[in-house]
């Protein structure tokens, strides 16, 4: 583990930090099942992507079309039954700081403030400046001014902004977010993808981002892997030609509108023929 | 902060405590003057309070009333402390893994409603008639209450924190300092506070065999020679001493465990 205090420049938290490590992530024919026999439930049936390093991907499907087991299995909380995934070309045996994780909410341990629940990773790691590593964290999603607030004193969004500051602060390869702003109300939302957009261009870790939400996909994502369910597999993939930096106002532009319809149209039939099949 | 966590408890309600205990006092006083209660039976709250202050100054069979207070509490808190030490890591671990609780939960499920008195009976022989069979029986008074309220603390923790955690780097004993025991924390203060009632429930049982001090003992002794009197003043001090302690505990779980007090300042989203 690459000590996060070494990398970065403290002298000029304002300028960019030199902390960037950017990790590739092979998902290898993996299918995971739960349960056996009769019960035996398909969550997520051979599928395979490759991630860049320092690549924006969003998984973009219906719930319960298996977008968070695919994650799991990245971040190492479930093993597939079959196939493997790779971290920079390492097999994923189990959960570590090599890979942040994001949850959709209430993840934050409630006996710790604010600065204690950023300073956990790099203390834990053995960063030997964990306080500066969080202090340097806090600063960045703005919440110096919360930093003895314990989670249950804070709003929603700001929960999550310190969710990310946590994730980010052992220094990961890559950064996997699973629906980490379904819960937020649709201004809070905005504002954090926007956020989250910020943040990514000055860390420029891979991101991979699991949402229900085809605008949000369309906002963040450099590509778009669109999943359906039963069984759980990937069914497209756009790239997203939307320039960056983003801004919330290309909404209307020609081409933010026309990858939305592709999209939509993907969902919509995919939903239909689950429809047609759940009638069958 | 004592004082802060003393004015924590709404006034009003403690103002209604205070009146029911006073109803409860005034009743006892007009039943036992007016001659209504037998005083063999029910004394007054002069006669308990002449015992008590014979028997603090005097003492009762050779051992003054401090003596007495003093070793039955050394005796609870010895034998409470010890089952804290081998509950509270042993629910941990049968919380932890379904393998340690099939292998202690039989044990526990066995004894722990057995009657004390036949407990004692074979921790007596066992151990002999001195304090360790004493201190055994109040221990395992205490144990299960302790052990069942952590692992059921333990299961009830929310999985995304291990998660989490583990995510950022725990190992195995990182997770319990950072997750598991904070978390369960809450539960385990409760379970503690109950457990020390059980502990309390076998007081006189474990001090009528061969004591000579202790107010457990000192009840019983009196029973004998129907000193009313000096049993319901034990009874009394017994009960203050419990929720003294009680008190202490829930001062202790306030002072450690700060993030119970955190209230919410925004709206849930
Ligand atoms: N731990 C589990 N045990 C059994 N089934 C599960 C488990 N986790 C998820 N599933 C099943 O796998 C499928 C995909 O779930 P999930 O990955 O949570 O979907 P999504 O995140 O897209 O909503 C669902 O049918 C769900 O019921
Ligand atoms: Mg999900």
């Known amino acids: 583990?690459?000590?996060?205090?070494?990398?970065?420049?403290?002298?000029?938290?304002?300028?960019?930090?030199?902390?960037?490590?950017?990790?590739?992530?092979?998902?290898?024919?993996?299918?995971?099942?739960?349960?056996?026999?009769?019960?035996?439930?398909?969550?997520?049936?051979?599928t395979s992507l490759d991630i860049e390093p320092g690549e924006f991907v969003c998984i973009l499907g219906p719930s319960g079309c298996?977008?968070?087991?695919?994650?799991?299995?990245?971040?190492?909380?479930?093993?597939?039954?079959?196939?493997?995934?790779?971290?920079?070309?390492?097999?994923?045996?189990?959960?570590?700081?090599d890979r942040g994780m994001v949850f959709q909410q209430y993840?934050?341990?409630?006996?710790?403030?604010?600065?204690?629940?950023?300073?956990?990773?790099?203390?834990?790691?053995?960063?030997?400046?964990?306080?500066?590593?969080?202090?340097?964290?806090?600063?960045?999603?703005?919440?110096?001014?919360?930093?003895n607030h314990y989670p249950a004193e804070l709003s929603g969004g700001m929960q999550q902004?310190?969710?990310?500051?946590?994730?980010?602060?052992?220094?990961?390869?890559?950064?996997?977010?699973?629906?980490?702003?379904?819960?937020?109300?649709?201004?809070?939302?905005?504002?954090?993808?926007?956020?989250?957009l910020e943040v990514w261009s000055e860390f420029g870790t891979t991101v991979l981002f699991v949402t229900h939400d085809v605008d949000e996909s369309v906002f963040l994502a450099d590509r778009i892997i669109v999943m359906s369910a039963s069984p759980g597999?990937?069914?497209?993939?756009?790239?997203?030609?939307?320039?960056?930096?983003?801004?919330?106002?290309?909404?209307?532009?020609?081409?933010?509108?026309e990858i939305k319809q592709k999209c939509l149209e993907v969902i919509r039939s995919e939903s239909l023929r689950a429809f047609e099949l759940q009638n069958a | 902060m004592f004082t802060q966590w003393l004015k924590r408890d709404n006034n009003q309600r403690f103002a209604i405590s205070l009146g029911s205990v006073a109803t409860m006092f005034g009743a006892w006083v007009f039943v036992t003057e007016t001659g209504l209660a037998?005083?063999?039976?029910?004394?007054?709250?002069?006669?308990?309070?002449?015992a008590f202050i014979d028997c603090l100054f005097e003492g009762y069979q050779g051992s003054t009333l401090v003596e007495h207070v003093g070793t039955s509490l050394y005796r609870i808190l010895a034998?409470?402390?010890?089952?804290?030490?081998?509950?509270?890591?042993?629910?941990?671990?049968?919380?932890?893994?379904?393998?340690?609780h099939a292998i202690f939960n039989p044990f526990i499920e066995f004894y722990r409603p057995l009657p004390p008195l036949g407990l004692y009976t074979l921790l007596v022989m066992w151990l002999g008639i001195g304090e360790s069979s004493k201190l055994a029986l109040l221990f395992l008074a205490g144990l299960p209450g302790i052990i069942i309220a952590t692992v059921q603390a333990v299961k009830d923790i929310n999985p995304t924190f291990v998660l989490a955690t583990k995510s950022l780097g725990a190992s195995r004993m990182e997770l319990i300092r950072e997750v598991y025991l904070p978390g369960a924390g809450p539960t385990i203060l409760t379970g503690m506070r109950?457990?020390?009632?059980?502990?309390?429930?076998?007081?006189?049982?474990?001090?009528?065999?061969?004591?000579?001090?202790?107010?457990?003992?000192?009840?019983?002794?009196?029973?004998?020679?129907?000193?009313?009197?000096?049993?319901?003043?034990?009874?009394?001090?017994?009960?203050?001493?419990?929720?003294?302690?009680?008190?202490?505990?829930?001062?202790?779980?306030?002072?450690?465990?700060?993030?119970?007090?955190?209230?919410?300042?925004?709206?849930?989203?």
């Open chain 1, 161 to 196: 902004r310190v969710g990310i500051a946590r994730a980010l602060a052992t220094n990961p390869s890559v950064l996997l977010m699973d629906e980490p702003f379904g819960a937020l109300d649709a201004q809070t939302r905005l504002v954090m993808q926007e956020s989250l």
């Open chain 2, 79 to 100: 034998a409470f402390l010890l089952a804290c030490l081998v509950g509270i890591p042993l629910g941990i671990a049968m919380g932890m893994s379904k393998t340690a």
């Open chain 2, 194 to 269: 109950i457990s020390l009632g059980f502990v309390y429930t076998v007081l006189v049982a474990a001090e009528i065999v061969a004591a000579t001090a202790g107010i457990g003992w000192m009840i019983w002794d009196a029973a004998k020679f129907l000193l009313s009197d000096i049993v319901i003043m034990g009874l009394i001090i017994l009960g203050l001493t419990g929720i003294a302690l009680d008190m202490i505990m829930r001062f202790i779980g306030y002072a450690l465990m700060p993030w119970t007090r955190a209230t919410r300042k925004f709206s849930k989203t």
């Open chain 2, 38 to 50: 037998n005083p063999l039976f029910l004394p007054g709250p002069k006669a308990i309070y002449l």
């Open chain 1, 1 to 46: 583990m690459q000590n996060v205090a070494q990398v970065m420049d403290f002298n000029s938290i304002e300028e960019q930090p030199a902390l960037k490590k950017r990790g590739r992530i092979q998902i290898d024919n993996v299918s995971l099942v739960f349960g056996t026999g009769k019960q035996a439930n398909i969550a997520v049936q051979e």
């Open chain 1, 107 to 147: 993840s934050l341990l409630p006996w710790k403030t604010t600065f204690d629940n950023i300073a956990l990773g790099p203390s834990l790691c053995g960063d030997v400046e964990a306080t500066r590593t969080a202090e340097y964290f806090l600063d960045m999603v703005g919440l110096t001014k919360y930093r």
């Open chain 1, 233 to 257: 597999k990937v069914v497209a993939e756009f790239d997203n030609p939307l320039p960056r930096p983003r801004s919330p106002d290309m909404s209307t532009r020609k081409d933010y509108i």
């Open chain 1, 66 to 97: 298996g977008k968070s087991t695919l994650l799991n299995s990245v971040a190492g909380y479930v093993t597939p039954t079959t196939g493997e995934v790779l971290v920079d070309g390492e097999p994923v045996v189990e959960p570590g700081p």
